[in-house]
T-cell receptor
Framework: GENVEQHPSTLSVQEGDSAVIKCTYSDSASNYFPWYKQELGKRPQLIIDIRSNVGEKKDQRIAVTLNKTAKHFSLHITETQPEDSAVYFCAEGSGYALNFGKGTSLLVTP | EAGVAQSPRYKIIEKRQSVAFWCNPISGHATLYWYQQILGQGPKLLIQFQNNGVVDDSQLPKDRFSAERLKGVDSTLKIQPAKLEDSAVYLC????????????FGPGTRLTVT
């Protein structure tokens, strides 16, 4: 994750609130920005991704925004539910291997 | 479609011993990756294969780690000799770059070195 900084490392929200996780990257050649959700003891699973030719993408309660000029991208989860509790990883790449952030542990309390 | 398969799921060895992990990617996926995920961190790429050729192994500790994908399908990752700091989950992923950039991860092998 040395090419990707992710904040915050932990995030606690109440059910129904929104959660925002931010990442910054350094490689100007990066053109692919996925977000993975990893539950305890499970494999990382892709929840949403965005390519560099798009500024925003939404999928139901999840959205990702990308600012290529500033080299940062964010994950937005609205109307959070307890089952959203997990570790979320951002990543960046240029079509091949991914560089991952260190993860954000999200806790949604009822 | 069947997912990425890995075995074993868990392995406990003593330091200086050797260990091997196996991965079977999703059928038709030409690209295969091995990642190391230390507890509390994001996955870190160890090696990437395109068919049976190595694309990137710059972060593979080659004095003790080796990997191969002889027929362009299954892959094995070996550690010899293991060190305490090798304790981690080893994740295999595959992708079909002709269709999308998405990487599909296997369940991982949790290695504990004592």
């Amino acid at each position: 994750g040395e090419n990707v900084e992710q904040h915050p490392s932990t995030l606690s929200v109440q059910e129904g609130d929104s959660a925002v996780i931010k990442c910054t990257y350094s490689d100007s050649a990066s053109n692919y920005f996925p977000w993975y959700k990893q539950e305890l003891g499970k494999r990382p699973q892709l929840i949403i991704d965005i390519r560099s030719n798009v500024g925003e993408k939404k999928d139901q309660r999840i959205a990702v925004t990308l600012n290529k000029t500033a080299k940062h991208f964010s994950l937005h989860i609205t109307e959070t539910q307890p089952e959203d509790s997990a570790v979320y990883f951002c990543a960046e790449g240029s079509g091949y291997a991914l560089n991952f952030g260190k993860g954000t542990s999200l806790l949604v309390t009822p | 479609e069947a997912g990425v398969a890995q075995s074993p799921r868990y392995k406990i060895i003593e330091k200086r011993q050797s260990v091997a992990f196996w991965c079977n990617p999703i059928s038709g996926h030409a690209t295969l990756y091995w990642y190391q995920q230390i507890l509390g961190q994001g996955p870190k790429l160890l090696i990437q294969f395109q068919n049976n050729g190595v694309v990137d192994d710059s972060q593979l500790p080659k004095d003790r780690f080796s990997a191969e994908r002889l027929k362009g399908v299954d892959s094995t990752l070996k550690i010899q000799p293991a060190k305490l700091e090798d304790s981690a989950v080893y994740l295999c992923a595959s992708s079909s770059l002709t269709l999308s950039f998405e990487q599909y991860f296997g369940p991982g092998t949790r290695l504990t070195v004592t």
